[in-house]
């Protein structure tokens, strides 16, 4: 298994996998908007094909109540064929790591439904996040949501980071940045075609 950055030609098949897993379903311009604002949060596991198995789609609040700096994991999926086989850690401690580095976040929240117990389970117990509020009827279905907060203040002192990936994060995240400025500008494009023709 491989965990790296998510590119642009990632977005497609981290929908496929999201539609796969999860009820909680998103347009591609959501994974776009994403994917250009923090290219170096989300992240994919890929298997020995290349093919990808799972995905953190992250990104920073942008005007936070707190006023505090922190991420925000919008969602997380690994496909049933690769689970109980650490990914969404990974995926979650990557994203976390890049979090706490790039943009000083000083901790990442999520929303969970409060049915999910497999999903509550692996953030309390294996994650480390914590239960900070119970939202009414978050989802569309009106099911409520756990939020839930998990502090990243000394994170990036985390003796079980790949050290290896960390010296490569400034290569990994300026080839992001020039694949999303690449892929914007081929939308804006597009989009200037589209409204003169």
Known sequence: MNIRHARPDDLMNMQHCNLQCL???????????????????SYVACDSDGRV??????KMEEDPDDQVPHG??????????HRRLGLAR????????????????????LHVRVSNRAA???????????VSDIEAKYYGDGEDAFAMRRSLVG?????????????????IVSRNYLDCVLL?????????????I
């Open 184 to 196: 914007k500008t081929v939308i804006i494009v597009k989009f200037r075609i589209n409204v003169y």
């Open 155 to 171: 994170f990036e002192n985390d003796p079980s980071a790949n050290e290896e990936e960390d010296k490569d994060l400034l290569n």
């Open 72 to 81: 925000h994991i919008t969602s997380l999926a690994v496909k049933r064929s």
């Open 53 to 58: 198995v799972g995905y953190v789609l992250a």
């Open 23 to 41: 009820p909680e379903n998103y347009q591609m311009k959501y994974y776009l908007y994403h994917g250009l604002s923090w290219p170096q949060l």
């Open 90 to 109: 990974k995926l979650m401690d990557q994203s976390a790591r890049a979090m706490r580095e790039c943009f000083n976040a000083k901790y990442v929240s």
């Open 120 to 130: 509550l389970s692996l953030y309390k117990h294996n994650l480390g996040f914590e």
